[in-house]
């Protein structure tokens, strides 16, 4: 059986060590990125079950990032988390190809949960 796995764009902070400190303990390898490229060719190349995008630093990136691995990958479950109250962001990330949308004022807190459910779908 293949070692679950999740690729991120562009997570730092709080929220970053939360994810490694999940995924150190239900032995999922987390491959962090912060280049488009890299989080592309990544996705392309291993077909993860999650990938996890933060929007904000560079909108039209993150934005193509999300229906480009939507049109590469379609079974791949992409969570965009959206830091700011914005829900026209938030629609334009479900319309590109977004499983599922994080933004205030849901706490950020449910990725974890988000993130079992995923994998425990996955897997079954």
């Given amino acids: 059986m293949q ?4 690729v991120t764009y562009g997570i730092d902070g709080v929220l970053a060590e939360r994810l490694r400190e999940f995924t150190q303990a239900r032995r ?4 962090e990125t912060s280049q488009h490229a890299a989080c592309r060719n990544l996705v392309n190349t291993t077909a993860p079950p999650i990938v996890i995008i933060v ?6 990136r ?26 026209t962001l938030a629609g334009l990330a479900w319309d590109l190809g977004a499983a599922f949308v994080l933004a205030p004022p849901m706490p950020i807190e449910r990725i ?9 779908e996955a897997a079954s």
């Fill in 3 to 6: 070692q679950a796995q999740i």
């Fill in 28 to 31: 999922i390898w987390l491959r």
């Fill in 55 to 60: 929007l904000g630093a560079d909108l039209e």
């Fill in 62 to 87: 993150e934005l193509t990032l999300i229906e480009r691995v939507h049109e590469s990958v379609p079974e791949t479950a992409i969570i965009a988390i959206v830091e700011t109250d914005n829900p």
């Fill in 112 to 120: 974890i949960e988000l993130i079992e459910r995923i994998l425990d």
